[in-house]
């Protein structure tokens, strides 16, 4: 019988160890055993992974050159190079295409290249190439195009630039499908004959293998002669923004890039990212939840509510005076989001609650805007725990986005409904589509029997995810709390450790701010480095209606995570959940 869960109103579910191996990675790695348990529940069951995961450096980063038709597209740039031709780069409107386009840019023009960034309109041309962007950079006199974030289910789009004489090379991270479009090289770590190992990677790291790449050739064959070759570092900034926007596994060569990327940003060198934090209030050192919740919004904020231009130019420029009046013109542009997302979000979850229970939920309005739709599909589906596709009605088509939880595949669940749709994309996760008006209820009930078939006889309740129980006296451990600190940054894939912790007594219980609970706990246990022992203190956010609650007779689920105050960090915990002792 599940215990009684006082905030999340959820079953606990204990990730389950083979004992014998666990107690021999702990004794290996000499690890604490919270930190040992976490990496053990995150997949790294060998020393030498959790060892390389502790201390990553981008000499570890994967060889650029297994990438299938990297050498391919590296020598179709050098030709450019040799000719002087014009290039185009061709991005998506969200963070990751923005960031991709900027450093692919930036970078071409380092090496000499005249080139030309086009970004589709989000609302009037869609995702993707599209036959008039490319006539109007063939007349321009682009004779190469270069797509980033996108294009690897362009096969007719890429066909009619062939057809007028433009080479087109594709760089993308979505899923491949069966028919791939014929260009001078396609780079994507998901296609089925790629042997790249690691498959993860966004749009903007794809982007900055290419880069690494033809920096090498050029090398090579002399190009800086006279000087040095740019400096790659200073790009992942860019690329650490775009990966965490995009919500990839923050894992692997994703974690390397983005733990380098976020010292970049935290020295403040580029003017785009100065001001967009500036705009976005963070200050010193900067964290994945920063650019994931704070300064990502703001650059997606233009292709949602304008055009992803405005974020491109913020941050294309060398001007300080240009980023900071842009900066808070993306500020507007995310405020006027918020108050269009959380009029959707009352919409649509009365449209639920009219439709009731439901495997999968496809909801429609004229009134949403479609560059917003995403967000809202993304925290219903975090309510509901099912797939959920919002989309704009617009005239006779229906365009939008949907959202899937952890454990199914979104894409592959679409594939199975395409002959419903005009169009879509993503992967497992999100994903982009657009359709008929008059195929709304059709593919709806589709949607609806696919997954319900994936789920029968599975309990899809949502369920808490615990790594262990850990002793709370651990965490008094000041060598423990910088092992927390070096596992970061958390994010997407990679979830924050989250932890069971019963051997406490409580010191006291207040409630701070504007409703938060704060608790400070007396560890029962002795201190791991065998030192005084100090109460620790608890946040439970929003969470102040509860101070009675008798937390001796609780056990906590918690999330160690640091407070910064007057420029002294201290290892605290944040409650996400508690129930009754067992």
């Known amino acids: 019988m599940a215990m009684s869960s006082v905030i ?35 997949g790294m069951r060998l020393p030498e992974e959790a060892m390389r995961h502790m201390s990553p450096s981008l000499t570890c980063l994967g060889d650029p050159w297994l990438m299938k038709d990297m050498d391919k597209a590296v020598s179709r740039l050098v030709k450019a190079v040799s000719l002087g031709e014009k290039v185009a780069v061709f991005g998506d409107y969200d963070a990751d295409g923005v960031t991709s386009s900027v ?17 589709p309109h989000r609302e009037l041309e869609g995702y993707g190439l599209n036959r008039e962007a490319i006539r109007y950079l063939k007349a321009e006199g682009c004779r190469l195009l270069v797509t980033v974030d996108c294009g690897v289910a362009n096969v007719d789009e890429v066909e009619f630039a062939r057809s007028i004489g433009m080479d087109v090379i594709i760089t993308d991270h979505h ?38 790449a033809l920096r090498t050739r050029l090398r090579q064959l002399g190009h800086w002669s006279t000087g040095a070759p740019p400096n790659l570092k200073a790009y992942l900034d860019l690329v650490a923004l775009g990966t965490v926007t995009d919500m990839v596994p923050l894992l692997g060569d994703n974690r390397t890039l983005v733990r380098v990327g976020l010292e970049v940003i935290s020295r403040g060198s580029r003017p785009g990212i100065v001001a967009l934090k500036e705009v976005s209030r963070v200050g010193g050192d900067v964290n994945a939840t920063d650019l994931a919740f704070r300064l990502g919004p703001r650059i997606n904020a233009a292709g949602r509510m304008a055009h992803a231009q405005e974020a491109f130019e913020l941050l294309a420029t060398d001007d300080i005076g240009q980023a900071e009046a842009r900066a808070q ?31 999968a939920y496809v909801l429609a309005s004229p009134n949403w805007k479609r560059g917003i ?41 679409l594939s199975a409904c395409s002959g419903y749709l005009d169009r879509f994309g993503g992967h497992r996760a999100a994903a982009g589509m657009r359709l008929t008006v008059k195929n709304l209820e ?30 709370l006296a651990e965490f008094t451990d000041p060598a423990v709390a910088n092992l927390f600190e070096i596992l970061e940054p958390f994010g997407a894939g990679y979830q924050p450790p989250l932890f069971a912790i019963q051997d406490f007594s409580l010191r006291g219980a207040s409630v701070v701010g504007k409703g938060h609970l704060k608790l400070l706990l007396n560890p029962v246990t002795a201190a791991a480095n065998g030192g005084p022992m100090r109460p620790v203190e608890v946040m439970a956010w929003g969470q102040g209606d509860k101070r009675a609650l008798p937390w001796n007779d609780l056990e906590l689920a918690c999330i160690p995570c640091f407070n910064t105050w007057q420029g002294r960090k201290t290892l605290q915990l944040r409650l996400k959940d508690a129930r009754t002792r067992r």
């Open 103 to 119: 450093v692919l840019s930036r970078f071409l023009k380092e090496i000499g290249l005249e080139t030309m960034v086009y970004i």
């Open 442 to 471: 059709v593919f709806a009930e589709a949607l609806d029997k696919t997954v319900a078939s994936i789920l029968r006889g599975h309990d899809v309740q949502p369920r808490l995810k615990i790594d262990g129980y850990a002793s």
């Open 373 to 413: 739709v995403g967000i809202v599909a993304s925290k219903l589906m975090d309510q509901v725990g099912r797939p959920v596709i919002l989309l704009e009605r617009d005239g006779d088509m229906a365009i939008g986005s949907g959202r899937c939880p952890d454990g199914l595949n979104l894409y592959e669940i």
């Open 8 to 42: 999340l109103n959820q079953t606990w579910d204990f990730a389950g160890v083979d004992p014998g191996a666990f107690g021999e990675f702990v004794f290996k790695t000499g690890l604490p055993l919270s930190v040992a348990t976490f990496l053990y529940q995150r």
């Open 329 to 359: 013109g993306l500020n507007r542009l995310n405020q006027e989001r918020q108050v269009q997302e959380r009029a959707i979000l009352k919409d649509a979850l009365s449209l639920i609650e009219k439709q009731g229970e439901r495997a």
């Open 175 to 212: 899923e491949s499908p069966e028919i791939l479009p014929r260009c001078e090289a396609l780079i994507n770590p998901k296609r089925p004959d790629c042997p790249f190992p690691f498959k993860e990677l966004a749009g903007v790291g794809v982007i900055f293998y290419l880069v690494r």
